[in-house]
């Protein structure tokens, strides 16, 4: 039989993993964090008993937060990341050579700690010279910053524990403040299956403080019902407006400059959550 892991992803429907081994189990000040190796994914990293990323599928969910509003930017230099501490998105920022800065802050250092230890092809880049990494909450980070940065990035957790401040209306009209003059900013927002009413209500708030809101699709087999959603607000730069010479040679496994206009391609379900 051997051990599986089960993540419930409603109270009646869930997925399962073979676990071929457990790294390391604890309750860290924020949240429960398990590292475990599985048979079908490679290593995968849990908090609170939710899958938030397996070696096997991540380079999806980090190619796809980073590089959609990295492109849309004409020139991104500071770019910052709430939440992101297995390092992954910051892997990907740094594939765009107009970046100077890119500042990680996650809220629990035990994430960046073992992720560093158990996911080195995810966390690897966390050493660059181009990185700074800050143990802090993002939402005081954003209420602290000021017309900062080009790019923000918010790779948290669902709307629990730690995280629900991310997802308010103040969180977001915070990160308006801390961008500069023509910034852009992207949430990870939960799937339309499971979770439509939040994707509504973030889609809404957002659109109410910046010009340019869209919504986009990744397929992440991992996370729950394996159609996962981010909302992008934007001052000025619109993702389906780049300029064909702004896209580079960059070197990724999902995303594409075809799939950069695609992915905003909605199914008609997901379409009326932004209506
Ligand atoms: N990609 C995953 C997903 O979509 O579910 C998220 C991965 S990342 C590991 C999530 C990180 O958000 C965790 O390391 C957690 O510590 C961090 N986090 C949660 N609340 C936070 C907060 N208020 N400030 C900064 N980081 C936070």
Redesign the pocket.
């Known amino acids: 039989m051997g051990l599986w892991f089960t993540e419930k992803q409603t109270d009646n429907f869930g997925i399962t993993a073979k676990i071929k081994q457990t790294y390391h189990t604890e309750q860290t000040a ?2 429960k964090l398990n590292m475990v190796e599985t048979e079908e994914w490679g290593n995968m ?1 849990l ?1 609170d008993d ?1 899958v ?2 397996t070696e096997k599928d991540e380079f999806v ?1 980090h190619e796809m937060v980073a590089h959609v509003p990295l492109f849309t930017h004409p020139n991104p230099k500071e770019v910052l990341v ?5 390092g992954g998105v910051i892997r990907e920022i740094l594939k765009h050579p107009s970046v100077t800065k890119a500042v990680l ?4 250092g035990k ?1 960046i700690e073992y992720s560093k230890k158990y996911l080195p092809s995810i966390a690897g880049k966390l050493d660059d010279p181009r990185v700074e990494v800050r143990v802090a ?3 005081m980070h954003i209420a602290e910053s000021e017309k900062a940065y080009d790019v923000i990035l918010v ?4 709307p629990v524990g ?2 629900v ?2 997802f308010t209306k103040g969180f977001y009209a915070g990160i308006s403040k801390a961008l500069k003059d023509d910034g852009i900013f992207v949430a ?1 927002t939960d799937n339309p299956w499971f979770k439509a009413d939040l994707i509504r209500q973030v889609y809404a708030d957002v659109k109410e403080i910046f010009p340019v809101t869209r919504l986009y699709t990744a397929n992440i087999p991992t996370y729950p019902s394996g159609l996962w959603t981010f909302t992008i607000g934007s001052k000025i730069h619109d993702p389906l407006k780049v300029k064909e010479e702004r896209f580079f040679e960059i070197d990724t496994k999902y995303y594409t400059k075809q799939l950069h206009h695609a992915c905003f391609v909605l199914p008609r379900f997901v379409e009326d959550l932004t209506v």
């Open positions: 924020f949240q990293l908090l939710m938030m990323t969910y709430v939440g992101g501490g297995d802050v996650d809220i629990d994430v909450d993002g939402f790779d948290s957790t669902e730690p995280a401040n991310l990870q």
